[in-house]
């Protein structure tokens, strides 16, 4: 099996920076494209960025040029830098192998392969 696990997250204020790593079980990114996925409270599951096997990157449009996504092959590691943090970046942020579309609750998606999630908050 795949297994993820999430550290990092937390609280900031608005402006500020936080970043999310994700250690995988060996070969996972071989394997796998990956990805961070967000949940707000009361919304469904959003993509927030992917990473796929060849190395290129998406972006979710409002964490543009805010956020970025990369991976240390050696350490089986993914992480988020999340800078110039908003109050709507608030969530549950989780990592993904094999990213796809999603719907309702993230690990509700049975599809593909969940962290345990990492709470994020950002205060105004």
């Known amino acids: 099996g795949v297994d993820l696990v999430e550290s990092g997250g937390g609280s900031a204020q608005t402006g500020g920076s936080l970043r999310l790593s994700c250690t995988a079980s060996?070969?996972?990114?071989?394997?796998?494209?990956m990805g961070w996925y967000r949940q707000a409270p009361g919304d469904e599951c959003e993509v927030v960025s992917v990473?796929?096997?060849?190395?290129?990157?998406h972006y979710e449009g409002s964490v543009q040029g805010r956020f970025t996504i990369w991976q240390d092959k050696d350490k089986n590691t993914m992480y988020l830098q999340m800078d110039r943090l908003k109050p709507e970046d608030t969530g549950v942020y989780y990592c993904?192998?094999?990213?796809?579309?999603?719907?309702?609750?993230?690990?509700?998606?049975?599809?593909?392969?969940w962290g345990q999630g990492t709470q994020v908050t950002v205060s105004s």
């Open positions: 993904a192998a094999d990213p796809s579309a999603v719907i309702g609750n993230c690990p509700d998606n049975e599809y593909m392969y």
């Open positions: 060996e070969h996972t990114f071989e394997y796998f494209d």
């Open positions: 990473i796929n096997r060849d190395g290129s990157t």
